[in-house]
């Protein structure tokens, strides 16, 4: 018998009481039934090699039958090779059954989480959840990056986080305030307040996990099904995800270095319900809509009746000029829902945002987060990050990381001048988190990404970002997270990787 210091720590606790049920009329007896439950669950992964099982005594407890079943059943399983016995650590489920006989047999078992099926034969589900899968890889892959950590007060945050660790109420163990935590939807009012010109006071504020839950809840508060939505081209992809869970009919309105082209919009649908759009910094073309453009939707809002959502995603992040305003703060009707998010000025396992709602829709808004989902955010973090917001440190925390970026965005603009300057030409603001570069006209920026991939390069495509057809292809290239000593070798070896893409004459 393998004895305690070969033991590997357990995924579960011992204390846990496996789901048999056992059949007394059966005439199975009852030592078989128990040992053929845990055989299953061993070869359909469910107990994996290293869990603790419960002590016998326990399972005959739990299991309402005398110690005897229990006993020839581990006996049996052992003998089997199933089980491991240790001396003081209990039983364990084998550490010799290889995972990949597991998987195996798993493969083999009629088990309903095991059924694989060809693309021709799908099982039907709704036609959203069919045609958003495309365009969900897409969003994945395209657009997540992550802020830099390196600057990240960290130790500030653990204090943080002890300070309330160490003195949890039971207030705050329950659902909370579906809006959101109080104290936190003050401070979230009084910072788009100030740095934002948002004008919404905190009974406003509804606290989510993140600008893509806003965008969502937004979209089911304000669009029915069928109901036509202008989206910019190209746009953010979570937007399109987000209009499709609602059931909209995209309106695909193009964007020019000024935002959206609003007389377009009318051309297409001139009564479409809404227009969601990223006027600070739009996604992907990092242009600023210009304040025409913005009297001109608001004007069109104005006029039909639609809604307007603002997805104001990173405007923390402006090298140049000064901060600008939000579309909201100037709109003085209430036909613009602000959605926000700490993903990109904290981190994005953070899961925290808000939607500043106009004063007649909140309950509306509401209806919809109870009726869709649970209040999913944690009363924990937004304690901790009303603290950080209070205490100076979010503030702090934005001016480093914005002189970090800077500098970081202004060498890989120098990298691709001096070394890829007739390859990659960098457009949009001096902002953000990414540099967008255009390609030469005819080179495929996927193939270009892929082959960057492949030498550990991460970029991404301009061309996901479309659902129409890109006048051209370009490349987002994410320095937030990189180390500025990097650039320049990596900037040359796309040079090379381009070159090699470029259509042969
Ligand atoms: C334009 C834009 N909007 C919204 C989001 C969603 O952010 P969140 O992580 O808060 O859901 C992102 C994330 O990258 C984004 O780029």
Redesign the pocket.
């Known amino acids: 018998m393998a004895t305690s210091e070969d033991f590997a720590p357990a995924r579960l606790p011992a204390s846990f009481i496996p789901p048999i049920t056992l059949d007394t009329k059966s005439e199975t007896p009852l030592y078989r039934q128990i040992s053929v439950w845990f055989q299953r669950a061993i070869l359909a992964g469910q107990l994996q090699p290293g869990q603790r099982v419960p002590s016998t005594r326990a399972l005959a407890k739990a299991l309402r039958v005398s110690r005897i079943p229990v006993l020839s059943a581990y006996e049996l399983l052992i003998a089997e090779g199933y089980f491991q016995p240790f001396v003081g650590a209990g039983t364990c489920v084998s550490q010799s059954i290889p995972d990949a006989m597991c998987r195996a047999e798993r493969d083999n078992l009629p088990n309903a989480t095991s059924i694989e099926t060809e693309a021709s034969t799908r099982r039907a589900v709704s036609r959203r959840a069919a045609g958003m899968v495309g365009s969900a890889q897409a969003w994945l892959d395209q657009?997540?990056?992550c802020t830099d950590l390196d600057h990240f007060p960290i130790g500030i945050w653990s204090k943080l986080i002890n300070r309330h660790a160490r003195k949890i109420s039971r207030d705050i163990m329950g659902y909370g305030d579906p809006m959101g935590y109080e104290p936190f939807r003050e401070a979230v009012a009084e910072y788009l307040g100030a740095f934002r010109a948002v004008t919404c006071d905190p009974s406003q504020i509804m606290v989510t996990?993140?600008?893509?839950?806003?965008?969502l809840i937004s979209a089911l508060t304000l669009i029915d099904p069928k109901d036509e939505v202008w989206i910019e081209e190209p746009g953010?992809p979570?937007?399109q995800l987000a209009l499709q869970a609602a059931g909209a009919r995209l309106v695909l309105v193009p964007v020019d270095g000024e935002g959206l082209i609003v007389e377009r919009g009318i051309e297409m649908a001139k009564r479409a319900r809404a227009a969601f759009v990223?006027p600070s910094h739009q996604?992907p073309l990092r242009t600023t809509m210009s304040a025409t453009r913005r009297i001109e939707l608001l004007g069109w809002a104005s006029r039909v009746g639609a809604w307007i959502v603002e997805?104001d995603?990173?405007s923390e992040f402006r090298f140049c000029g000064n901060p600008l305003a939000s579309l909201q703060g100037i709109d003085t009707e209430g036909r613009v829902v602000y959605?926000g998010?700490?993903?990109?000025s904290m981190f994005?396992s953070l899961?925290l945002?808000y939607i500043v709602i106009p004063k007649d829709l909140v309950s509306d808004f509401l209806n919809i987060r109870n009726g869709s989902e649970t209040y999913a955010t944690s009363v924990l973090s937004q304690m901790v990050m009303t603290d950080f917001m209070r205490e100076g440190h979010f503030s702090r925390h934005i001016k480093r990381t914005r002189a970090v970026y800077m500098e970081r965005r202004r060498a890989l603009a120098a990298a691709i001048a001096a070394r890829a300057g007739g390859l990659l030409e960098v457009v949009g603001d001096d902002a953000g988190m990414f540099v967008l570069a255009l390609l030469p006209p005819g080179v495929d920026d996927t193939e270009v990404v892929g082959r960057a991939r492949q030498a550990g390069i991460k970029v991404s495509a301009l061309s996901q970002c479309y659902i129409g057809q890109p006048a051209r292809g370009g490349l987002q290239l994410d320095y937030a997270n990189c180390n500025p000593k990097d650039i320049p070798a990596k900037v040359s070896a796309l040079k090379s990787i381009i070159e090699a893409c470029r259509p042969k004459h």
């Open positions: 657009c997540r990056g996990t993140g600008a893509q839950q806003g965008l953010y979570g937007t990223a996604f997805d995603y990173d959605v998010t700490l993903t990109k994005p899961r945002g």
